[in-house]
């Protein structure tokens, strides 16, 4: 029986001379004191680099990058973030798209049971036309009906605002932005198919909230290797969760966000989560403090500096909003690449007490893992355009009803 394996585990003879230089990439975004640690940041806890006999994470890698769950990264022998990711994603592929539930929860350990399921693949002989999963084989230029619907959505979206950007209030302020920002002027919107595109349509924005709750009731949107995926979870801040009273509201663009972590300099709760990818990103503050951006916040003006720490996070599993301002995705549904919904809730966690008892983050997991795996080789970065529902009507062919009904599947999913 092979070794069972897990993040930081190496090979016998592949430990990297310099663990910093090895960890440079991924950990450029944390705390110095963080980045000293030259260790792995697992779901909730760090993992030092752990030599193992034989050459069983090089087997592990060469059958990921065969079956197209591990596309770019190099086979050597260390089980680091992309192994990890590649392997989540093929334990959820087996889970949810082969639709056998046996393989366990998709938790980037490989046990005797994953070895199975990848035994089991490599004999099969039904799969020798057909070796590569779906999301490896799919991409951009063979891309499904939907993804392109999406995609021709973006660029009719950028002729139409282009038109009408010095009379639309929150685009005008954008253009007239004399900061360099992440957040991009409408002439720089990227639309194409190739880019990992990430949407957030806020739902019901002029409604005020009562009390300091607010719900996770928005959608997401991810555009990736020429598939869809919908999550859920919120684009606004939870005055309950914001550390002063006047709420940042990101501005409703696209912006440039990149693979980083939330939580920057808190060794007992930093994880992997989308951060600005530079200077920062525009936003509103509530300056009435209702609770709400409206037109009067946004007569207002935006923030004077750009905002660093708009990041794009883990909300649990829905049932609470995490986010100071953040957009945040919950954990416990998500719709897959066929349009299937699918339930993450028995193995997704609450909250981060929850991921010591061998919880997940459930579907947002899969959301950082695709973007992980299936960003193009040498792009660190993602584009995220934000909008709200009413922006539908503009176009012809799209009625916004999907996106509460969506909402709703995926707020139901599972609880």
Same mark, same amino acid.
């Given at each position: ?12 003879? !592949? ?15 944390? !705390? ?11 779901? !909730? ?21 065969? $079956? ?5 990264? +190099? ?54 036309? +057909? ?19 999406? $995609? ?89 969760? +914001? ?89 416990? !549904? ?33 959301? $950082? ?47």
């Amino acid at each position: 029986m092979a070794t069972i394996l897990k993040i930081g585990n190496v090979d016998e003879n !592949a430990l990297p001379a310099d663990k910093h230089k090895f960890l440079e990439l991924y950990h450029a975004g944390m !705390a110095p004191g963080l980045r000293n640690k030259a260790m792995f940041r697992d779901e !909730a806890t760090w993992r030092d680099f752990e030599p193992v006999g034989g050459r069983n994470i090089q087997e592990l890698q060469r059958f990921l990058k065969k $079956t197209g769950f591990m596309p770019k990264a +190099a086979v050597d022998g260390v089980f680091g973030y992309a192994t990890q990711a590649a392997t989540r994603l093929f334990q959820e592929y087996i889970r949810t798209v082969e639709g056998d539930s046996g393989i366990g929860t998709p938790d980037g350990v490989v046990g005797p049971l994953t070895w199975s399921f990848i035994d089991a693949w490599q004999k099969d002989k039904a799969r020798k036309k +057909a070796f590569v999963c779906d999301w490896g084989r799919i991409n951009y230029r063979k891309s499904t009906p939907e993804f392109k619907k999406w $995609t021709k959505l973006l660029r009719a979206a950028k002729s139409h605002f282009s038109k009408i950007k010095s009379r639309h209030p929150i685009l005008h302020l954008v253009e007239q932005f004399d900061r360099t920002t992440d957040t991009q002027k409408v002439a720089d919107w990227d639309t194409r198919s190739k880019t990992i595109h990430l949407i957030g349509i806020r739902c019901g924005e002029d409604e005020r909230i009562t009390g300091s709750r607010r719900e996770n009731n928005d959608l997401f949107v991810l555009l990736i290797n020429g598939q869809v995926f919908k999550f859920w979870g919120s684009t606004d801040p939870s005055p309950n969760m +914001a550390d002063r009273s006047d709420l940042p509201f990101l501005v409703e663009s696209q912006h440039e966000y990149r693979f980083g972590w939330h939580k920057l300099s808190h060794a007992a709760k930093i994880y992997q989560a989308l951060r600005p990818a530079g200077p920062g990103v525009l936003v509103f503050r509530d300056k009435d403090f209702d609770r709400s951006l409206t037109t009067a916040d946004v007569k207002r003006g935006l923030d004077p500096a750009p905002n660093t720490t708009i990041n794009i996070h883990w909300s649990g599993i829905g049932t609470t909003n995490f986010s100071a301002g953040c957009q945040v995705i919950a954990g416990n !549904a998500y719709i897959n690449h066929q349009g299937n919904l699918i339930d993450c809730s028995h193995f997704a966690a609450r909250n981060q007490n929850d991921l010591l008892s061998r919880k997940t983050r459930g579907a947002y997991n899969l959301f $950082t893992d695709l973007v992980l795996t299936y960003a193009p080789p040498g792009v660190q970065t993602i584009r995220y355009m934000l909008g709200r529902d009413e922006t539908f009507r503009n176009f012809k062919g799209w009625d916004e009803s999907f996106i509460a009904e969506d909402v709703k599947k995926l707020r139901q999913g599972g609880f």
